[in-house]
């Protein structure tokens, strides 16, 4: 009988895609954790949700774009990098990561294929967490400048990690209509984070685009014209109940940026000293 493979930290066996509350580290839902099945119950579910951990437990779960649900789980089975190989695959939703009351939430563009749809948790164990995790750990938001495993000790303190889609997508490209079908997700993140929130770091122009859709949808004011998306932009959103929430932009810590130069640490890091 197939028992999946051992977790990198824990040594438990596991499944993959893993089954929720099946004990995987930092795993939100339980079996029992109500999950969407269309863009409407996604919208229903991510109001509904009374707190962080919630939020993150329907996330986690969600099934609401079919060609999403497909790819993140074929990889899961199928698809592994040949050095994972021997791992379970998360091949779920990426559920957000950090401090439940953050002042800074940094909105990435959706989970990599053998990075949080490996691991289970936002920008851990590829290239690009490397990037951000160390940037916020030399700002002294993280604890540990890397993150390669859920249940490897990393905390967040005062900031939190969410995506403008939650499913790992073929080719990093999801559709507009996956976007929209996420958008609840993001906006409800940012109305439970509202009390204590002083601003928000778009890792790329899908972040920046999403932020200033979710706001709005939040009835938050956003300046018009939309504010253009550049490395550095900075725009203010503006709570239903008056308060200023800044929203910075910084291009994303993909390979194709950092490799190339586009991004550079201290360019990142010039932006986040500034959150």
């Known amino acids: 009988m197939n028992q999946g493979e051992p977790h990198p930290m824990t040594g438990q066996y596991f499944d993959s895609p893993v089954p929720p509350g099946a004990g995987w580290p930092g795993d939100p ?5 109500r999950r969407a099945g269309d863009p409407e119950q996604v919208a229903a579910l991510a109001a509904s949700a009374g707190d962080v951990p919630e ?3 329907r996330v986690s779960v969600c099934r609401a774009c079919p060609r999403l649900v497909d790819w993140r789980e074929s990889v899961a089975r199928e698809g592994r990098r040949a050095s994972f ?9 990426g559920p957000g990561f950090g401090d439940p009351a953050p002042s800074v939430l940094v ?7 053998n990075g949080t749809n490996r691991t289970g948790r936002m920008f851990t164990g ?3 967490g490397d990037w951000i995790y160390s940037a916020l750990h030399r700002a002294g938001y993280a604890e540990q400048p890397g993150s390669r495993h859920s249940g490897d000790g990393q905390r967040l303190r005062g900031a939190r990690i969410v995506a403008a889609v939650r499913c790992a997508p073929p080719g990093n490209a999801p559709t507009g209509a996956e976007r929209a079908a996420c958008r609840p997700w993001l906006a409800r993140d940012l109305g439970l984070a509202e009390p204590t929130l002083r601003s928000v770091l778009a890792l790329g122009s899908i972040a920046w685009d999403a932020t200033i859709a979710a706001a709005r949808a939040l009835g938050w004011q956003v300046p018009r014209p939309k504010p253009r998306f ?3 932009a900075q725009t203010g959103l503006t709570t239903g109940d008056g308060r200023r929430i800044e929203l910075f932009a910084s291009y994303h810590v993909s390979q194709q940026n950092t490799f190339t130069g586009r991004l550079t ?3 990142l890091d010039a932006v986040i000293a500034r959150l």
């Open 29 to 33: 839902a339980t079996a029992a954790t």
């Open 55 to 57: 939020l993150d437990a």
């Open 85 to 93: 190989a021997h791992e379970p695959y998360w091949g779920r939703p």
């Open 107 to 113: 909105v990435g563009l959706a989970p990599a294929a």
């Open 126 to 128: 590829d290239r690009s």
């Open 230 to 232: 550049g490395h550095g």
């Open 265 to 267: 640490e201290p360019m």
